[in-house]
């Protein structure tokens, strides 16, 4: 029997150090973030944030997917240069809906969190295509099979539908449309057009982004995501959000 | 359940304190117990006779 | 290798690697029309080479019962020469991204070479091939000789080792086919996050079975750090890792959080992932290959104890210095600078108490590349935590952040301190483990030790400037009020200080090519058989290296 106890002090002596690394390493996790989640009752209502559009949640799987994120961040801080640089700093209600959020840690490049409809469609597609097009000492990638690429819509629904599992408040009828919803936004003359309307706000942007509506490409999604950043709630414009959020 | 934010961020506020300050002071005592200190020199003295191998 | 397995090892080794095989076959049919069921084809293929490579060796001789009175080091070899081979590969694809911030073409077109999605590859490849590698080698090294216990069973570290590797190498093929999470330093999918938690949690496991095995009756301090790394990465995985996939045979998944708790949740895995993969774990080699390598004790062993729980503690609180002047509550971002600030005293006690180690030892340090490697280890981390303690003040922060000067300060912590540790450890275990006298060429040590530190120094000094000099031109304001610079002048303004970054990496990059091929001819050095035969030191090679005392 004393083998047994021998054995039974040693593992107990492992184990005590197990716990105690657990329980001393959790705590510090767990008081500071536990109450960011029930920190919606604090931060500012948003009423007139939107969704995503499926083009949209496709651009942005294509900015994440290319890794964007390592070079450009979508998080105005509180600084004067940075909001005089990059617009009304960004509030927390503005990414409620970023699954993940793309908030970066790096600005190789310039920020993009109100990016949306500073350029128009034809500059993008130009930089995006060969960034030295428009700005001969950019450093960034050239993205030019994006033009060429077909977008994939055949599983928009899924995403939409996991999306919702995680909490973005997407209806049956989003997620039942979700590809042709996705089409009809870069064809705003087919006659889905409405429906895409009907279901995202008539404030949605609906135009070929890429200037050929007959094929749905990875840069008209691309585009599309780039061009509603920052536009999808007017909440920082607003002084009284603004004063809100500074308390 | 509606757990209140005001709530939730003072006890973070206020037991986060206490429990830093109370498990420095047992880590502390661990560490400088007397009786403890033999053990301690063997410990760092017991990387030097491994070479024999495993004894399991 | 397979000889030392006995056949009821063989045979669980098989049927574990058919398990993967099925399991890589099932999402190659399943995932077939998504980039998934490459990943599937990959881990099927991983699986059926395991199996060939056991069947070919199935029937020679069982290992005789003597093989339990020697430590089985196998694997921790294995690890080694993996290691070596994922920070020259990391390394390489490390500089070349350097490059393409000097010149956008070197991309050379394709998709799968431009930053966004090499950076991964970069990151993972040196943090998770290079530093996980060394760390499970020289954890299994370590465990056994402070435990003076064998590990229990032959199958279990090469299932971690091997396991390990194939979610390296899923991860990185996976950032090149563009499957990524986005969370950075956590950007594989949920299937192969999935599969890194399977092998984990065993590591964690054959870790406390064979601490249970041990004589001595305390643990080395050494176990505690690695034990904090095992447990601490594996509870930060499974948490910032909580997401839900589109469908089982689909790569892409969506987090769990959003926003505000998702930039939180990633930033306290981030961080902490510095804290317990690129600093308890190290620091465990550290308390252990410092030591041994001077032949002197720990200079004060109660240090190393409250430096632990100090770092266990502190760490954790520290993630929110990541997110300054962002819609983080800024409650929580005081909190963060603060434990940030502190965290400077167990990291500080480590520091020193490693230095006040090499007293009396100086001499050794002057003369062992090996040993100094390991002390400037020591003195990058007390600068990089110092450094970061300071970055963690709002308003430098507030300079600092976005800039490379993050990069420079990551830099010197991932240079100075996590590699040099490494290397110094690998340099010391090599001829231990291959039962060589000491390295194929003590010359070549050297040659590696001032290449990395000049690497270091090169790449830091570029990336402070760099970061300096963006930071204070983001902020520079005319007189009529306006920013003086576009961000394009500052782009500009950069383009010295990448080429210089990118030289610094490139003196490192040939270091650890060197190390590689000495370490490699080290290995092939007449006496293979004599880690069989036992302890007898071989005679150096007749290559007409010089070599400096010893």
Redesign the interface.
């Known amino acids: 029997m004393s083998i047994f106890g021998f054995h039974y002090r040693m593992e107990s002596k492992a184990i005590g150090l197990t716990i105690g690394i657990i329980v001393v390493a959790s705590i510090g996790g767990l008081v500071e973030i536990a109450p960011l989640f029930t920190i919606h009752q604090t931060v500012e209502d948003a009423p007139d944030m939107r969704v995503y559009t499926p083009l949209e949640l496709a651009g942005r799987n294509i900015y994440i997917r290319e890794g964007c994120y390592a070079c450009h961040s979508q998080m105005i801080r509180t600084l004067r240069d940075d909001v005089d640089r990059y617009g009304p700093y960004s509030l927390a209600v503005e990414s409620k809906y970023d699954h993940p959020m793309l908030w970066g840690s790096k600005r190789t490049g310039p920020d993009l969190a109100r990016i949306g409809e500073k350029y128009s469609d034809q500059w993008h597609v130009a930089h995006l295509n060969n960034p030295r097009d428009v700005v001969p000492v950019s450093v960034m990638p050239a993205y030019n099979w994006l033009m060429t690429t077909e977008l994939r819509t055949s599983d928009l629904g899924l995403h939409l539908k996991a999306q919702r599992a995680v909490g973005v408040p997407y209806t049956d009828d989003m997620i039942a449309n979700a590809a042709q919803d996705a089409f009809a936004q870069a064809n705003p003359d087919s006659p889905l057009a409405d429906g895409v309307t009907k279901r995202y706000g008539k404030a949605t942007t609906m135009r070929s982004f890429d200037g050929k509506p007959s094929v749905l490409t990875e840069m008209d999604a691309l585009v599309a995501y780039l061009q509603i950043l920052g536009r999808l709630t007017e909440a920082a414009h607003k002084p009284v959000a603004q004063a809100e959020a500074a308390k | 359940m509606i757990v209140e934010h005001a709530f939730l961020v003072g006890f973070s506020k206020s037991f986060g304190l206490f429990y830093l300050i109370a498990l420095s002071i047992a880590v502390v005592i661990y560490a400088m117990w007397p009786s403890n200190k033999k053990r301690f020199d063997d410990a760092a003295q017991s990387i030097f006779h491994d070479e024999g191998g495993p004894c399991r | 290798m397979i000889a030392q397995l006995t056949l009821i090892e063989r045979q669980r080794a098989i049927a574990i690697c058919i398990a993967v095989a099925v399991g890589g076959a099932l999402i190659m049919l399943g995932g077939r029309d998504d980039v998934m069921g490459i990943h599937g084809a990959l881990i099927f293929v991983a699986g059926m080479l395991m199996i060939f490579r056991i069947g070919m060796s199935y029937y020679a001789p069982e290992p005789s019962e003597d093989r ?4 089985y080091d196998d694997p921790s070899r294995a690890g080694i020469v993996l290691a070596m081979i994922w920070v020259v590969f990391a390394l390489a694809v490390g500089d070349w991204v350097a490059w ?3 010149e ?1 073409n070197l ?1 050379f ?1 394709p ?1 799968w070479s ?4 090499l ?2 590859v970069h990151t993972t490849g040196v943090i998770f091939g290079f530093g996980g590698n060394a760390l499970i080698a020289t954890s299994f090294y370590v465990v ?3 435990s ?3 590990l229990p069973d032959q199958v279990t570290p090469w299932f971690v080792l091997l396991g390990y590797n194939l979610f390296c190498l899923l991860a990185v093929t996976g ?1 090149l086919m ?7 330093y956590a950007e594989p999918e949920w299937y192969v996050d999935l599969w890194l938690v399977v092998v984990w949690v065993i590591y964690f496991v054959l870790y ?1 079975r064979t ?11 050494s176990n ?1 750090y690695y ?2 790394f095992i ?2 990465v594996a ?1 930060l995985h499974i ?1 910032n890792n909580l ?5 089982l045979t ?1 790569a ?15 930033w ?1 895995y981030g961080h ?1 992932a510095v804290a ?1 993969f690129l600093t308890a774990g190290f620091l465990g080699m550290m308390y ?1 290959y410092l ?2 390598r001077a ?1 002197r ?2 200079y004060s ?3 190393s ?2 430096s632990f ?2 770092i ?6 520290a ?2 210095h ?8 800024q ?2 971002q005081t ?2 600078m603060t ?1 940030s600030l502190m965290l400077l005293i167990p990291s500080w006690g480590s520091a020193g108490n490693l230095l006040l180690t090499l007293n009396g030892a100086w001499d050794k340090v002057r003369d062992d590349a090996t040993l100094r490697f390991m002390m400037v280890a020591a003195v990058f981390y007390g600068l990089t935590t110092f450094e970061g303690s300071f970055m963690a003040i709002r308003s430098v922060n ?1 300079l600092s ?3 490379d000067w ?2 420079g300060h990551v830099h010197a912590g991932a240079l100075g301190w996590v590699a040099m540790i490494t290397f110094g450890a690998i340099y010391a275990s090599v001829p231990w483990l291959w039962k060589r006298e000491q390295m194929y060429s003590p010359r070549l040590v050297e040659v590696h030790f001032w290449l990395a530190l000049s690497g270091t120094v090169i790449y830091v000094f570029s990336m402070w400037n760099s970061g300096i000099v963006q930071g204070l031109m ?2 520079t ?1 005319n007189e009529g009020g ?2 003086a610079f576009s ?2 002048d500052t ?2 303004a950069m383009h010295p200080y990448y080429i210089a970054r990118a030289v610094g990496g490139l003196f490192f990059l040939i270091g650890g090519c060197v190390g590689a091929y000495n370490v490699w001819m080290t290995i092939l050095q007449p006496g293979a058989a004599a880690s069989q035969a036992g ?1 007898v030191p071989q005679p150096p090679p007749a290559s007409g290296v010089l070599q400096p005392a010893e």
């Open positions: 339990l009175t020697r430590y393409q911030l000097v956008p991309t077109g998709a431009s930053f966004g999605r950076r991964p056994q000789r402070t003076r216990a064998r950032y563009g499957i990524t999470q986005s969370k950075e406390l601490l249970a095995r041990r004589k001595e009756p305390h643990i080395y301090v505690w034990m904090a447990l601490v509870i948490v997401a839900v996939p589109i469908s689909s892409k998944s969506y987090s769990a959080f959003a926003g505000v708790q998702d930039a939180m949740t990633e306290w902490n317990f252990y030591p041994i032949g004790p720990i062993y109660r240090m104890i409250i729980w100090g266990t503690f502190f760490y954790m609180w993630g929110s990541h997110l300054h002047y962002t819609a983080l509550p409650w929580v909190l963060g434990f507030s952040h976005y800039t993050t990069v983001w902020r304001y306006t920013l961000f394009i782009l500009v302890d």
